[in-house]
């Protein structure tokens, strides 16, 4: 098992990366020590330590009641240095602007639905841009303005992952030290940041998603264009470089105890480990997972607290049918009630993914792939729906596109609870003939109609999962959640 990533670390790496990035310039304020807390979902304590370990590393200074002021730093990469790193990682890169314009138009419009775009925090300074020029820095308005919709219009899940994409995607250095792509793309007198204003205060959310799709498609090509022309007046272009994108919505929450409870979780919800059924003995699962008995033990405790299971004295662990008892005392615990609101911010943002990522994913299926699929579809007490994501996943070749489903996919072992068990088993016949249908459609080779129907699967689910919530446990939070329509 993957050794974890502490609370200190992530923040540590995520602050310092956008200073280096430059998507906070010297001279400009670091959010405040409160709203740093609540970007992170960390403690004060935690968010001084990281701001002292960036002290002194002189990359921002420390002023008494004041924001901390990021530094000119001596040391900075000279442009050679970053056109370097930048060809070095080119494929990775257009892969990363490829993902993003799959998945923004439709995250904003969804996220617009819920906001006025003229009362966000950054709209004035985006508006200036708009209209008196994309000077140096100007983008960062605009990314501010987005980050703002996709938070408070959204949920915290969009804002998280859009900021994690335009960090890998390098735009500072395309926006601020490469003018060929600002005449691409830019091309002169056009705000590319009113347009895109201008769209989101649009009625209509087909609408926005078709304009958003070609503004972003026209930023992918530019990138590409650019990321050709700088190879070919590069004399020494350096080896390609193929960095990994990461993306992990659980950062510094992912200790070796919740790996576990997730994956047990998981198992028992999918019926690998059913009702009635023992888990292995303590001792097999900490040589499973390459952990100590106590981790272990710790994570059946969380099993148990949850109603999954029962721990039998001189017997072993057996799984049982959730007791809903169990699961209406966590509700009061503000922790594992944040733990199911992320669950329905996944389930939302699935909807929204998956179905720009089955249409891609659609024309690389294959026979065999059809085949046990179909195999699979005739195996009673099956969900077939994990079995088709698991192929989907295969066939995902944007590895930006593929990290994001598997994660997403990660933080839903929650709906376990309120979707695969036999007291809510008419949920399961339902869902697997949408998947049933939805496979027929890909047979035709009708991949549009396929990928809607794989999107209304987990457009049933989040519908289901939260009518549950609100009805059975009173989960007043649940009441809030949109589920995205069809565009």
Known sequence: MKP?????????NEIKQCILEGQILPGNSLPSSRVLCEQ???????????????????????????????????????????????????????????????????????????????????????????????S?????????????????????????????IVLHGKLTFFTEQCPYFCQVFLQGSVSVTGTIMDILKGEHSSIMHVQLSNIYQKLTSSIADTLDH???????????????????????????????????NHK????????GMYLPYEKQLANHYGVSLSTVRKALTELEQRGFVKKLNGRGTVVIEPDDTKLSKLMLNAGYAEMILRYFYAQQLMVLVIFPAALAAAPRFTKEDLDELADKTSSPG??????????????????????????????????????YYSTK?????????????????LREGNFHSFAEGVADCYRYILACTKRYMVEKYNFKAAANIRIPEKY
């Open 4 to 12: 974890q990533e502490t609370k200190f670390s992530f923040v540590y």
């Open 40 to 134: 992170f979902h960390v403690s004060r304590y935690t968010i001084n330590r990281v701001l002292e370990a960036l002290r002194e590393e002189n990359l921002i200074e420390i002023r008494p009641r004041l924001a901390p002021i990021v530094i000119l730093r001596k040391d900075a990469s000279e442009p050679s240095d970053a056109l370097s790193e930048i060809l070095s990682q080119k494929d990775s890169i257009l892969q990363i602007y490829q993902t993003f314009a799959i998945i923004m138009p439709a995250l904003l419009p969804f996220a617009m639905q819920n906001c006025d775009i003229e009362i966000m925090p950054h709209y004035k300074q985006a508006r200036n841009v708009s209209q008196f020029g994309n």
């Open 136 to 164: 140096a820095g100007g983008w960062r308005s605009s990314f501010n303005l987005g980050y703002d919709i996709l938070k408070i219009g959204g949920n915290s899940l969009f804002s998280e992952l859009y900021s994690t």
């Open 230 to 264: 700088l190879s070919d007046v590069t004399l020494a272009c350096p080896t390609q470089n193929s960095t990994m994108f990461l993306w992990n919505p659980v950062r510094g929450r992912d200790y070796c105890y919740s790996k576990i409870v997730t994956d047990l």
């Open 268 to 275: 028992i919800g999918s019926g690998e480990y059913s009702v």
């Open 382 to 419: 099956s969900i077939y729906l994990a079995d088709l994501f698991l192929i989907l996943l295969k066939h995902t070749t944007l590895e930006p596109l593929r990290v994001i489903l598997a994660e997403t996919s990660r933080l839903l072992d929650w709906g376990y609870y309120l979707t």
């Open 425 to 441: 088993r008419r949920t399961i016949p339902h869902l697997n003939r949408q998947v049933r249908t939805a496979l027929e459609q």
